[in-house]
């Protein structure tokens, strides 16, 4: 064999996409490089604060606990649970936003879409509003007469906890 093919089951994949690909040959050996970008999408139902976005990172939380995406990551969906987004731009600066809850989507084609029902950046918190909504939610939890209505007090108690968290430690 003249030639030694190297391409990984992530780039077989992407062949049917030939922007993602260039193609490196020489007498010896044929490799496929993928350039490393990542889009990133990331709304709400009030403001878009990323259209496919070239970034290099962004760390998501999440039901099965807070995971960073990078290009190439395994195509996923995960529900995101109350929390910080972190997103890491290719110039180097990180910006972060609160977010209540919302879906992430992680395509094979290294675009990620974050659509979340709230999300504001980490800098416009106010930790006593947060501080007074967790006292609003435990008193509705403790007067709630329905599942329903302590589910809904439960859920804006994880809420608040998340908020006050991320006022305090920007996670």
């Known amino acids: 064999m003249n030639s030694v093919v190297r391409v990984g089951l992530s780039s077989l994949r992407r062949l049917n996409n030939p922007s993602n690909l260039r193609i490196i040959a020489s007498p010896n050996l044929v490799h496929s490089i993928r350039s490393y ?14 259209k496919n976005a070239d970034v290099k990172q962004v760390d998501v939380p999440s039901f099965s606990g807070t995971f960073g995406i990078l290009p190439d990551h395994v195509p996923t969906l995960a529900v995101i649970k109350p929390g910080v987004v972190t997103v890491f731009e290719n110039e180097g600066s ?29 800098e416009h918190l106010d930790i006593n509003a947060a501080r007074e909504a967790l006292s609003h939610a435990t008193a509705e939890e403790q007067k709630a007469q329905t599942p329903e209505g302590k589910a809904e007090a439960k859920i804006a108690i994880e809420v608040s906890e998340a908020l006050i968290k991320a006022c305090e430690t920007g996670q």
């Not at 970008?37 to 709304?43: G, H, N, Q, R, V």
């Not at 972060?96 to 980490?122: H, R």
Request: aromatic share 12%.
């Open 37 to 50: 970008a990542m889009s990133l999408t990331f709304a709400s139902p009030y403001d878009i604060h990323y």
């Open 94 to 122: 990180t910006k972060k936003y609160f977010v209540s809850s919302g879906t992430v989507t992680i395509n094979d084609d290294s675009s990620v879409q974050i659509l979340a029902e709230e999300a504001v950046p980490i």
